[in-house]
């Protein structure tokens, strides 16, 4: 392993677990004083009542964050059927409650997989949001309420996996953009009631898991943090590798597109498929995009499609 101050400016990855109830900025801002590196940034916020995975991206890897927040995630957690709070968890005050029975497990269960595939969803106000340069929490603290769009979201899954009384256990894989409290909201919505969030934990982010993220202690030492550090090749192979010779390597520092008959690669690009330039040495050295150029439909891939570097990382 390099020095730290090396590793800084060659950057990585860290899964961290968020404890509740830290915001996602309070666990930044503990792997800054761990490491004593400024330059920390996190890849998707959870609530403070929330826990799991936390990707924080360090250095140069702060330039990954874009690609990593368009990860899949995974949550699971209790939400509490038959009430509403202003928050949509267990950190608000409850605004309203329904003496309903709870449904059977067949019909929660009915109801959950209505909402899943592509829906529309509104952000709730308790939200980091921004409204004309103000963030959504802190104009609902003063009892504002605004117009928020209704936001395309993906919920690949939304599972019901166990009932206690009033509580359910519950799943759901979604999208970048997803709020599982507007989604638990609705889901009650749907039963003729609401429900609120009372427990989440985001279980993996893309190939990232909960099982190996890593707890913040008071006494951790810089030493322990960066054996965990995950390289930023590592941290973008869920993207296509195209493998760039040694002698390219200078001329795409100073941004230099390769040609494609240069790469190296597994098999072709697609349009807009976006692809981690490799270093012969393994070294994340810019993210390029495959973009389609104008001409004849029938051309070989590497006519018709054009290599623009995204970022040079």
Known sequence: MTDAGGLE???????????????????????????????????????????????????????????????PKQYEGWMRFGAQT???DAFGRIEREWNVALPSLEALRRSAAGLQGE?????????????????????????????RKARRVLVESFAILEVDGLRIRFRVRCSRGTYVRTLVEDFGASLGASAYVEELCRMRIGPFEVGDAVRL????????????????????????????PRFWAAK???????????LEMERP???????????????????????QSEGLADRPWSDALNLELVRVI
């Open 86 to 88: 202003h928050t949509g």
């Open 217 to 244: 202690q008071e006494d951790m030492q810089r030493s322990d943090l960066i054996a965990r550090s995950i390289s930023m090749a590592q941290a973008a192979a869920h993207l296509p590798a195209w493998r760039i």
């Open 269 to 291: 690009p697609v349009a807009d498929e976006i692809g981690c330039l490799i270093s012969s040495t393994g070294e994340l050295m810019a993210l390029g995009k495959a973009v």
């Open 119 to 147: 829906i529309l969803q509104v952000p709730p106000m308790v939200s980091a949001l921004k409204h004309n340069g103000q963030r959504l929490y802190k104009l609902a603290r003063k009892g504002i309420t605004v117009e």
């Open 9 to 71: 400016g060659q950057g990585f990855v860290l899964n961290i677990y968020k404890e509740s109830p830290w915001t996602s900025h309070d666990a930044v801002r503990r792997v800054r004083r761990i490491l004593g590196f400024r330059k920390v940034g996190h890849t998707g916020t959870l609530d403070p009542f929330a826990t799991g995975v936390l990707l924080c991206c360090v250095g140069r890897a702060t330039k990954l964050s874009s690609i990593l927040m368009d990860l």
């Open 252 to 262: 795409l520092r100073h941004g230099h597109t390769p040609p494609w008959i240069v």
